[in-house]
């Protein structure tokens, strides 16, 4: 038993959420996973991009929210930040493994480059 976090709730997470909730939050001093989320999120800080960025994601990707893709924020999207984001249907959180594409795929849902 430990009093530095949860840990019948780590055992039992069954998200991220549920493990952030339980360990991360509770290890580093944040009010609950909300919290953390909030005040880790690098969201805040994209309208300030000065250098050319380029931001690569996927729907699948367990750590983010697949309805969040702020386009808002970068200058094709009508913001100031020079940012190209691109979001990939399959690529997992670090899973961006290019495969030969056939004759009959399409490029750009296929690979990122």
Not at 75 to 82: D, K, L, N, R
């Amino acid at each position: 038993e430990t009093e530095k976090f949860d840990y019948p709730g780590v055992v039992q997470a069954k998200t991220i959420t549920d493990f952030d909730q339980a360990f991360v939050a509770r290890v580093y001093g944040f009010e609950s996973a909300i919290d953390y989320y909030r005040k880790t999120s690098c969201i805040r800080f994209l309208p300030d991009i000065a250098v050319p960025t380029f931001i690569l994601t996927a729907e699948d990707d367990p750590f983010m929210d697949p309805t969040l893709f702020p386009i808002e924020t970068t200058i094709e999207g009508g913001g100031p930040a020079p940012i190209k984001m691109v979001k990939m249907k399959n690529g997992g959180h670090c899973g961006f493994v290019f495969h030969q594409v056939e004759d009959k795929e399409n490029v750009l849902e296929t690979s990122w480059s």
